[in-house]
């Protein structure tokens, strides 16, 4: 059976398996090796590892994806796909979106590294004025946190037709909302420490695309920096990604049914939720600092950083001095786990009201 007749949940749980061999172990062995015996396909660590590829088969196999490249984290993948542009290239981007991919375009374009055009990915228009005489598109849909929603499809098929690079942060969404390479979007990039591993104890990226080429020169990248992942990262990232369905679907449910809570509280504004996906931001009635009674206030959830683990989490954005200033000081960004519904509202509420 080819992968294109398996679904999502089949695909997670069975690519990047070992051979079926009779006495075989079904999980890959973590390779502890930093050099092989000349005349294999794998020669040094930082060229390849046997515990990386399985994991990148199945990542490929969600994202129908050709090939897919781990990388130490999701800044080292984003950095990877921006080193590929030539100095000064103009590139489209959102004004909001993830802090780290924020600052980095930030400097790129300061240093004149990059001549970074930010748009409001959500006003296509916008989007489509920019694109002219631009070499790159750079989406992340929806956008962190404010979680505004791009026309993906129409963006990306305009900034194709006008012969564009594009890349997508597909780390909110997950493959099992939207694959963006079937828009036409030439790279794909995860910060697979979120959904994908699923149990916040590990850092890594990775990048997908369909196109030989382009894979071998971010395999080139990914040699030459050296941002290469760890055996047992990826190891633990492929046992996750075995139940990134069930767990997704679950806090999906969850979080969907937490908007309309949130949005009748009478101590909360604001609710954004895209319609899908497992992170909601609000708005609490009061100032950053009831704002961050209300994160310290629960029992349950967690006052950190970070989304897409098994545990909820949240945190008042702001308290970053580099998240940007047009995020309301009392924004807070939820994610949502995988607990009972009954104890998050319960927690939520609580802390709503103690604070
Ligand atoms: C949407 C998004 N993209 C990229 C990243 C960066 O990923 P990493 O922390 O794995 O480097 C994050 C991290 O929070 C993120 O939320």
Known sequence: MTN?????????????????????????????????????????????????????????????????????SGMAAITAVFSLLPHGAPVVASHEGYSGTMALLKRYHAE??????????????????????????????????????????????????????VGFDNTFATPLNQKPLTFGADVVMHSVTKYLAGHSDVILGSLSTKDPALHARLHDVRVSLGSIAGPFEAWLALRGIRTFPLRFARAQSTAAALVKKLKS??????????????????????????????????????????????ETTWERRRRWERESHSVPENLIRLSVGCEHIDDLWADIDSALKKA
Do not use: M
């Open 4 to 72: 294109e007749h398996l679904h999502p949940e089949t695909l997670a749980v069975s690519a990047g398996r070992p051979a079926h061999t009779a006495g075989a172990g079904i999980n890959v062995p973590i390779s502890l090796n930093s050099t092989f015996v000349a005349g294999g396909p794998i020669n040094y660590g930082r060229t390849g590892n046997e515990t990386w590829q399985p994991l990148e088969e199945a990542i490929s196999a969600l994202e129908e994806a050709e090939e897919t490249l781990l990388f130490s």
């Open 112 to 165: 004149a590294r990059l001549e970074v055009r930010f748009v409001d990915i959500t006003d296509t228009k916008e989007v489509l004025s920019q694109l002219q005489g631009a070499a790159f598109l750079w989406v992340e849909s929806p956008t962190n946190p404010g979680l505004g929603v791009a026309e993906v499809a129409v963006i990306i098929g305009e900034a194709k037709k006008r012969n564009l690079g």
């Open 265 to 310: 509280h009478t101590s909360v504004s604001n609710v954004r939720y895209p319609g899908f996906g497992a992170i909601i931001s609000f708005e609490v009635k009061g100032d950053a600092v009831a704002t961050e009674r209300v994160c310290d206030g629960a029992t349950l959830i967690l006052n950190a950083t970070s989304l897409g683990g098994v």
